[in-house]
């Protein structure tokens, strides 16, 4: 509605100066002449004389209350576009809506709306009038915002600029410049020859060469032997600190090297590596280094032998000897000038499986107080089974896995009689059968696509004609997880 009237305003004054501007040029254009023309004009008015009207003069405007006929015949005064309407003087619809006469050439005030603006208690629009600062809409008031104006510049902005005259490369590294900067002077430690057993110790000096604090995060070793501790993690600039690294070279033998990671907030260098290094060498030496069994029978003795000597001058002598298994027995058989023959025995083994453990024996050295002999094993019953376990791993939901156990019977009489797995979602079959010179079988253990997402953990079941192995019971792990 808005639009229209504006548009009603701009039209009306565009008719009105083309009417003036005509009628200035059509009458300079025919003042010379008028006198010529009378005659004629009189004569073409003869008609209109007859018929008892006026003769037309398009320059003389229509006087109000001669109309045109049908004008007059209505009783309604000819129109003038020239005059405008008065207040309260619009049309029969208009009249008989209440409404007052339509005039575009009257602003509309403040407060005269129409009907629907009144209604919301909105003012009436007014295209002329420029907003005023803080006469905003309500979504500008709720959120605490100036109104908009469209004629008003946009204000410098204000807001606080860092200027600097650098550039790129020189603010670059000027922030580089400030960087907190780590520093060692030797990062790499090589503590030559040492008998095993003794604890290496080393300091490593480092110093903050940057502008801003130097903070050490976390210092992380490569294994359990070798332990590090800082002095002070927070550094300041152009301070120096330590870190004391141990080793423990118990374990170790011949050429080793460890590492130290030190974590820190130097852009450069965040992950720092220091390393130690050397030979360890051993006064006194065993022979074989491990023990290894192998397989063997429940109830079955076996006997290893071990031999013990001196690497150097020192005249060697064993003051104890212990087992960490009971079923492990060790004693002193011979001793020489070289050194001892020690006597090694597993029997009264009731456990079917694998078994570890080590023997020590206790000297009178003073740099190897302690050698220690590791050993291994397995004891076999009627039915030994590979792996001991069976692992899916990750499978996707949906899809179907197979894996394999493989059985070997010890005895020529011994049979799977059965076997029972679980969950449901999970079948075992045996898929070859018995060999007169190899008695073994396959079993297939198959994970369908119907497996429930999570962890699994199941059971595989196989009974036995065996008194010894009456049931073998194998675990079966993995993880399902969704598509």
Known sequence: MKKIHLIVFLTLILVIVQSFTSK???????????????????????????????????FQPKTEGKGSERTQDQGKPPFNPFQQRTEGKGSE???????PSFNPFQQRTEGK????????????????????????????????????????????????????????????????????????????FNFGKIFKGVKVKHIYKFENRGKSILTISKVKTSCGCTAAVITDKNVLPGKTEKIEATFN??????????????????????????????????????????????????????????????????????????????????????KNEGGYNIKVTLK??????????NISLETDSPRQPKLIVPFLGEVKGDITTYPKRIYYGTVTSGKELTQ???????????????????????SAKVIEKYEENNPHCLIEIKLHKEAIVGKLNGLLELKTNSKMQPIIKIPILGEIRKG
């Open 24 to 58: 200035e040029s059509y009458t300079a254009e025919n003042t010379s002449s008028s006198d010529d023309k009378n005659a004629d004009v009189d004569a073409s008015n003869e008609p209109a004389q007859d018929q008892g009207k006026n003769p037309f003069n398009p």
């Open 93 to 99: 619809r208009e009249k008989e809506q209440g409404k």
């Open 113 to 188: 709306g129409n009907e629907r603006e009144k209604d919301q208690g909105n003012p009436s629009f007014n295209p002329f009038q420029q907003r005023t600062e803080g006469k905003g809409n309500k979504r500008e008031k709720d959120q605490g915002k100036p109104s908009f104006n469209p004629f008003q510049p946009k204000a410098e902005y204000k807001g606080k600029v860092k200027k600097t005259d650098k550039t790129p490369t020189e603010i670059e590294k000027l922030s580089s410049d400030q960087n907190p900067e780590i520093f060692f002077e030797n990062p790499d």
């Open 249 to 334: 070279t118990r374990s170790y033998r011949g050429n080793v090297r460890k590492s130290i990671t030190v974590m820190s907030n130097d852009p450069n260098s965040p992950k720092y590596k220091l390393s130690l290094s050397g030979e360890i060498i051993e006064e006194i030496s065993a022979k074989p280094q491990t023990i290894n069994f192998g397989s063997i029978h429940i109830n079955e003795e076996i006997d290893k032998n071990v031999t013990i000597k001196s690497l150097t001058e020192y005249n060697l002598n064993i003051t104890k000897i212990t087992s960490s298994k009971p079923f492990v027995n060790a004693s002193i058989a011979e």
């Open 348 to 357: 009264d083994n009731l456990k079917v499986g694998r078994f570890s453990g």
């Open 404 to 426: 394999k156990l493989f059985v070997m019977f010890n005895k020529d009489d011994i049979k799977i009689s059965n076997t029972k797995v679980s969950p449901d979602f999970l």
